[in-house]
């Protein structure tokens, strides 16, 4: 089984910035893809940024320039730097990995439980 356990989100003032970490921990024997996504209240869930193994990286267009996405393979742990956050950026903010359990096991996509990001105008 795998875990992954997000933290950093919180109340801000629009303008201000925050942190986001996923930590991963159970059965990692190796972690792919690694991303960042959010759903708002009554929208669908949607791609923030995403980072592979070997650090490449995409991002959302409303989020280009001022959201950056990094890990740290070796602590199974994966940020979100938000700079310049807007009332818009408001939502619950979801870590999902791709992640094979052993050597000979299938990738799955594991979820963690979400943290609430909300930035006042």
């Known amino acids: 089984q795998v875990h992954l356990v997000e933290s950093g989100g919180g109340l801000v003032q629009a303008g201000g910035s925050l942190r986001l970490s996923c930590a991963a921990s159970g059965s990692t024997f190796s972690i792919n893809d690694m991303a960042w996504y959010r759903q708002a209240p009554g929208k669908q869930r949607d791609l923030v940024a995403r980072?592979?193994?070997?650090?490449?990286?995409n991002y959302a267009d409303s989020v280009k320039g001022r959201f950056t996405i990094s890990r740290e393979n070796a602590k199974n742990t994966m940020y979100l730097q938000m700079n310049s956050l807007k009332p818009e950026d408001t939502a619950v903010y979801y870590c999902?990995?791709?992640?094979?359990?052993?050597?000979?096991?299938?990738?799955?996509?594991?979820w963690g439980q979400g943290t609430q990001v909300t930035v006042s105008s």
């Open positions: 980072i592979t193994s070997d650090g490449t990286t």
């Open positions: 999902n990995a791709l992640v094979k359990a052993s050597i000979s096991s299938v990738q799955y996509s594991y």
